[in-house]
């Protein structure tokens, strides 16, 4: 079958297509027939030898997938699903947990599918366990036009909070805008837009996917018993530092979000956070906004795309039709 394969670590730019063994399942693995691969940051990470996760080479990328069903334990032949796992869905065929395997609405597509893993279920780590979100409250979010970003738009709007986006041009401001946001804003002074969107009152949750120069003023647009949620650092900044007395004289939190490590241990809880979204993507709040279209072979160019921030919503890789 074929394959996207990281044969160095050298880069997005040397990913290639190769004819690789089928895989086998274990007695706890479903086996898919893959149509789609979403494109996500730990494959650029895996491509630079970069990623927490070292597998030996070469191996394939691809750590969001949806298609159908070969077999597996809970699901039917034929069924659609999605699925999430470390890496190896760039192919024809691949293996991914059952307790990581997903049965897909008939609603959803398999773009969307490949969009859903990993970003949503993020999201709703980040809003539902360590935002602890209600609907009365207001969330900012940076980097409101990416992957993440529009994943987190709906995920928050689907619990019934008001969402201001913020990002770096006009064009994105239209993309977060299509997502769901009720505003979205421009990076340059938002500090003072949100303040006037607030009445002066500031946000509850500032879910911060870009960290760099705007951390401080996400800090301080926080309302009363704000939480900034940590969930990555797509500026390239560096990652900034907190001083902890602006905590105390506010009564403001910093709280990360590790999703992977944290339900990767819990059998059960990607199910359980899947289950709350259901109903989301039933009412129209979920529905990935899908950016680029690639081929397999261009699955390295996609990567490239992704890390020169070219890319709007989510790309996906289409391996069959």
């Known amino acids: 079958m074929r394959a996207a394969q990281i044969q160095t670590l050298t880069g997005p730019a040397d990913i290639a297509v190769a ?5 086998t399942p274990g007695p706890d693995d479903v086996l898919i027939d893959v149509h789609c691969v979403g494109v996500s940051f730990p494959d650029l990470l895996l491509s630079r030898g970069e990623y927490q996760l070292k597998p030996d080479l070469p191996f394939s990328p691809g750590v969001d997938v949806s298609g159908t069903v070969i077999s597996g334990p809970g699901f039917t032949p034929g069924q659609r699903v999605a699925g999430v796992s470390a890496y190896g869905g760039a192919a024809e065929q691949a293996v991914v947990p059952a307790m990581f395997t997903f049965a897909l609405p008939e609603l959803v597509s398999f773009e969307e599918g490949a969009a ?8 709703e780590f980040a809003l539902h366990e360590r935002g602890n979100l209600t609907s009365s409250e207001t969330v900012l979010v940076h980097g409101a036009a990416g992957g993440l ?22 064009e994105k401001a239209e993309v977060a805008r299509a997502a769901g946001a009720d505003e979205a804003i421009l990076l340059d002074g938002f500090k003072d837009r949100v303040k006037e969107l607030t009445g002066g009152h500031g946000v509850d949750v500032v879910a911060d996917i870009v960290g760099g120069a705007a951390f401080t003023d996400s800090l301080r647009i926080l309302g009363t018993q704000g939480r900034l949620l940590v969930l990555g650092f797509a500026s390239g900044e560096g990652i900034p ?81």
């Open 19 to 23: 004819e690789v063994p089928e895989p």
């Open 116 to 123: 859903l893993p990993m970003n949503y279920l993020t999201a």
């Open 149 to 170: 970003g529009t994943a987190t738009i709906q995920v928050a709007k689907g619990m019934g909070a008001r969402v201001i986006g913020v990002v770096s041009t006009e």
């Open 241 to 321: 530092e907190v001083k902890v007395n602006r905590l105390l004289l506010n009564n403001v939190d910093v709280r990360g979000v590790g999703w992977g490590a944290y339900a990767m241990a819990r059998p059960g809880y990607m199910q359980a956070q899947w289950a709350r979204l259901v109903p989301m993507m039933t009412a129209g709040a979920v529905k990935p906004p899908i950016g680029a279209r690639y081929d397999l072979a261009d699955f390295g160019r996609a990567l490239v795309d992704m890390d020169e921030r070219r890319t709007l919503g989510k790309s996906v890789v289409r391996v069959r039709d």
